[in-house]
């Protein structure tokens, strides 16, 4: 599959977008790139991953970035779960984060992936706030995977779900 593309069928823009932000493809890794993971890693090759930048609509800037993972697989739900996002520092407390997990939320939608995981470090404040915003309902805390230790995460990590309808 062309790195270019979201595995077929495309979502259509208006989920990628809102009248702030906009997330525009960098890249989707699969099966095909389990090489272009770290030794860590090699445990998400079996998962579709989309990457994308987030831009600010009314200029075009990129403010962060933010990926889905287009699985269900257990492994890779308790480790990381479905999501990741960072807004550069510059550009934190406009609401960013929360206008594009509510399009990732929509990309794993069109994708059916239900219901949508996010795990999140407790002392996280700031993210766990943009979850929140989002509309993910925290369930719990849990203890880190070995491969989410492997990884670089936390010991126990905050559990946020969202139901797709």
Known sequence: MPESRLPAPSPPDSILRDDVIELRLIRVLGP???????????????????RFAIHRCEDGLRVGRIHVRLTDEPTIVRALGHTGYEVAEAHRRHGYAARALLAIRRVARHYHVAPFCVLIGPGNVASRRTAERAGLTFVDTVAATPEALAMGLE?????YLAAQP
């Open 32 to 50: 095909a790139d389990a090489d272009r993971r770290p030794p860590e890693a090699q445990f998400l090759a079996p998962a579709t991953e989309c």
């Open 155 to 159: 010991r126990e990590l905050c559990l």
